[in-house]
């Protein structure tokens, strides 16, 4: 029953390395999205999609690749990892309400750790 | 200067006070004003929602946006230790799916 599921739940590595997370949403919500909650619980979007086009792309260094295989589904892939990664990443979606939406809804998030 | 502040706490009230949490904004242009709350290592979960100018209800919360001095609150009647969380406050403007966050205020409700 769960609308919003990130995998996996804890992630570490050693900095250099590439790793994804996954996100899946099942509540038939168009847009999806990311966010990184750094340690000062400060959240900021990363990246958007609306029907598996990209629409918000924030200044996100371009090691971070977001990949939409389909609407309920929204990957992020991150490249040579650096200890700045270090934070939680939450996918969220929303509703289509014609251009732009309004409630979201969140994942359990991604405990990233760059050692 | 953040488009959205959000004073970090924390906040500690003792069981059943009235809590109020609030934030500031610079740009006028915002429309629409959500509350979260976020439980220790989990995800925001959206609490209220709000269009404009108002006050709207939901049980033991009540969020009032004032427009003409771009600031937002969020009051919690009859607070439980079940409310310690933190709470942040959200915002977009019209047509757009971007969200801009406050950093959060920490609350503590003590038995």
């Known amino acids: 029953d769960t609308a919003v599921s990130q995998t996996p739940k804890y992630l570490v590595t050693q900095m250099g390395n590439d790793k994804s997370i996954k996100c899946e949403q099942n509540?038939?919500?168009?847009?999806m999205y990311w966010y990184k909650q750094d340690s000062k619980k400060f959240l900021k979007i990363m990246f958007s999609?609306?029907?598996?086009?990209?629409?918000i792309n924030e200044t996100v260094p371009n090691r971070f690749s977001p990949k939409s295989p389909d609407k309920a589904h929204l990957n992020l892939h991150i490249n040579s990892l650096e200890l700045g990664d270090s934070a939680v990443y939450f996918c969220?979606?929303?509703?289509?309400?014609?251009?732009?939406?309004?409630?979201?809804?969140f994942g359990p998030g991604t405990r990233l750790t760059v050692t | 200067q953040k488009e959205v502040e959000q004073d970090p706490g924390p906040l500690s009230v003792p069981e059943g006070a009235i809590v109020s949490l609030n934030c500031t904004y610079s740009?006028?242009?915002?429309?629409?004003f959500m509350w979260y709350r976020q439980y220790s290592r989990k995800g925001p979960e959206l609490l209220m929602y709000?269009?404009?100018?108002g006050n709207k209800e939901d049980g033991r919360f009540t969020a009032q946006v004032d427009k003409s001095s771009k600031y937002i609150s969020l009051f919690i009647r009859d607070s439980q230790p079940s409310d310690s969380a933190t709470y942040l406050c959200?915002?977009?403007?019209?047509?757009?799916?971007?969200?801009?966050f406050g950093t959060g205020t920490r609350l503590k409700v003590l038995a």
């Open positions: 969220a979606s929303s509703q289509d309400r014609g251009r732009a939406s309004y409630e979201q809804y």
């Open positions: 999609y609306n029907n598996k086009e990209l629409i």
């Open positions: 959200a915002m977009s403007f019209s047509g757009t799916y971007k969200y801009i």
């Open positions: 709000t269009y404009s100018s």
């Open positions: 740009n006028s242009a915002f429309q629409y």
């Open positions: 509540l038939g919500h168009d847009t």
